[in-house]
């Protein structure tokens, strides 16, 4: 007997929704064959049979929210076994079945302990998430004892939580001059302990994107020191060379943006500046070999970030077809996971809603993330004269352990000469 587990879908997930059975008691599958349907906070997927048999029971029912990584949801018995009389899966308003008692040490809602992981061979690389890390260095847990359960082993948050006691070891003590111990955590007051009287508001239950964005930019504003750099762009030539642009693209049935423009033109100054195409690990400076742009898309419930991979290498109507596919499958949770997770910088724009400035929140693990502003008419000085020029202000949200002031300035101004002279990203490349 074979229990079939809730997959972790992507790094970050720790819970999901059983959207939808594809089969019942008594079917028998075969490996690749469709069996349900998973939503997670960033998309709704399909999970395939790993191995053949009969399925036996159903352990979740359709619909149930909230189903933890790692927790049975139905059993596979061998292929040889005797098909037990279909039955149809459990209603929706059936209760998951119990999960087995945690362990002593482990918090009630942690997801099954870890077994202890087989010894690494002396200088091995460990692949555990940075939020991981910062758990794992807060409550003394070895991660070298700890064994993942994200893609390819990978040691992710809840790995730590759900670390048994043998796998920890005591915190060294923090010598006067070494860093202050941690703040007790903040104490989340209600509404009506804050004065606002019960029954005049509405509340929203939270769900899981919107718990996922809330605590990855928490996570983000609070351990990572960043820094913003504001620079103003004439963008006249831009707009004119987006009008060329579309009237070759003509029956083609693609139409470039200026957002499309601007993502060309970031990729473009990621490879000539490439020290700003970094992230920060604790074992060095990842230097990316392509320029993986994440574009900001808004969606019921929160943002989600798809990915134009090697927009360095690709024409502008490359970009503006991805882009758009990409948009829409986001906005109906239809993305799959290699298209939103990633990325080596991140694009966020707010000029359709006449934004004119605004400052980002980096998107971990990307070491810049640039806000674009309304492009709009502006007085300008050229010499001696006023003029009036479109002009759109952008700002470059910084990883300061990765991108010093001097190199997101000199990516700017990369940027800047790229936007103002578009022939030269359409022509030359990167």
């Not at 960033?42 to 009969?54: L, N, P, Q, R, S």
């Not at 159903?58 to 076994?81: M, Q, S, Y």
């Not at 796998?167 to 703040?183: G, T």
């Not at 010093?404 to 103002?420: I, M, S």
């Amino acid at each position: 007997m074979t229990d079939i587990l809730m997959p972790a879908l992507s790094p970050t997930m720790e819970e999901g929704t059983l959207a939808k059975w594809h089969v019942k008691a008594g079917d028998t599958v075969k490996s690749g064959d469709v069996i349900a349907e998973i939503e997670t906070d960033k998309a709704t997927m399909e999970v395939e049979a790993v191995d053949e048999g009969v399925v036996t029971e159903i352990l979740v029912a359709e619909g149930a929210e909230g189903v933890k990584v790692n927790t049975p949801i139905a059993r596979l018995a061998g292929d040889d076994a005797v098909a037990p009389p279909k039955a149809e899966a459990p209603k929706a308003a059936a209760a998951p079945a119990p999960a087995p008692a945690p362990a002593a040490a482990a918090p009630p809602a942690a997801r099954p302990a870890p077994v202890e992981a087989p010894a690494r061979p002396a200088g091995a690389r460990l692949f555990a998430s940075p939020l991981a890390r910062r758990l794992a260095q807060q409550k003394g847990v070895d991660l070298s004892a700890v064994k993942g359960s994200g893609p390819h082993g990978r040691i992710v948050a809840a790995d730590i939580d759900g670390a048994p006691a043998g796998q920890a070891r005591p915190a060294p003590a923090a010598s006067p001059a070494s860093a202050p111990a941690a703040a007790a955590p903040r104490q989340v007051q209600s509404l009506e302990q804050m004065g606002i009287p019960a029954g005049s508001y509405d509340l929203i239950p939270l769900d899981g994107m919107r718990k996922t964005v809330a605590r990855r930019m928490t996570d983000s504003f609070r351990d990572i020191p960043h820094f913003p750099l504001t620079m103003d762009l004439e963008i006249d030539n831009l707009l004119a060379a987006r009008g060329k642009i579309n009237d070759a693209l003509s029956g083609s049935g693609v139409r470039a943006s200026v957002n499309d423009l601007v993502m060309k033109a970031a990729a473009i100054a990621l490879k000539r500046v490439p020290e700003a195409n970094a992230s920060y690990t604790p074992e060095g400076l990842a230097m990316h070999h392509h320029a993986d742009i994440a574009m900001a898309v808004a969606v019921p419930g929160g943002l989600i970030t798809p990915i134009i991979r090697q927009a360095e290498l690709k024409s502008i109507s490359q970009i503006a077809t991805e882009a758009k596919d990409l948009a829409e499958r986001a906005r109906t949770k239809k993305l799959k996971p290699e298209e939103f997770q990633g990325g080596t910088f991140s694009v966020s724009n707010l000029g359709m809603f006449g934004i004119k400035s605004f400052g980002s929140i980096l998107n971990e693990p990307q070491g810049c993330i640039l806000s674009v502003g309304a492009g709009e008419k502006r007085p300008v000085v050229r010499g001696d004269r006023l003029e009036i020029a479109n002009v759109m202000s952008v700002t470059l949200t910084c990883d300061h352990r990765v991108v010093d002031g001097a190199t997101g300035a000199k990516w700017l101004q990369a940027f800047k000469l790229l936007v103002e002279d578009p022939i030269k990203m359409l022509v030359l490349g990167a």
